[in-house]
């Protein structure tokens, strides 16, 4: 009689054979979990850009986009107004960051934060951070000051 693990590894591989070809399946199936394991409440398309949206005002967000770019050490090129919120531009080494601030409603903002890494390539991990480092100040209440432009 066959073991449980030898059960487990037959159904996982007449699993895949049937989503052969399926990329969305695996990318779905893995990002559930990488959602559930973080905990963040960061999401990620699949050409890695991170959002978020946060219970604060599109102006309190700003402040606060703002000192967590301060913290990393983040350059703002451009901090612009948009028809529903702000876009910011900044570079972090050799990575060009573009942050859009969407007003849902006056009390919600949804973050997107693309990072990208030469002509082809995304940051996902730099993305996340930053995302999380605006999380850290929204959540833990941390001052933000209007001089962090």
């Known amino acids: 009689m066959p073991s449980h693990g030898l059960k487990v590894l037959a159904l996982s591989g007449g699993i ?4 052969q070809g399926c990329a969305a399946v695996g990318l779905s199936a893995f990002g559930a979990g990488a959602g559930v394991a973080g905990g963040t ?3 990620y398309t699949l050409d890695s850009v991170a959002y978020r949206t946060f219970t604060m005002s599109s102006d309190d967000m700003r402040r606060a986009t703002l000192s967590a770019l301060k913290r990393m050490d983040i350059k703002v090129q451009t901090d612009e107004a948009a028809p529903d919120g ?3 531009v900044a570079q972090a080494g050799d990575r060009a960051v573009d942050i859009e601030l969407e007003r849902l409603t006056a009390r919600t903002t949804r973050m997107r934060v693309s990072v990208k890494h030469g002509w082809i390539f995304r940051d996902r991990a730099t993305a996340g951070e930053i995302i999380a480092k605006t999380g850290q100040i929204v959540e833990n209440g941390t001052k933000i000051t209007s001089n962090a432009n």
């Open 86 to 88: 702000r876009h910011f």
């Open 41 to 43: 409440g960061t999401s």
């Open 16 to 19: 895949l054979l049937a989503t």
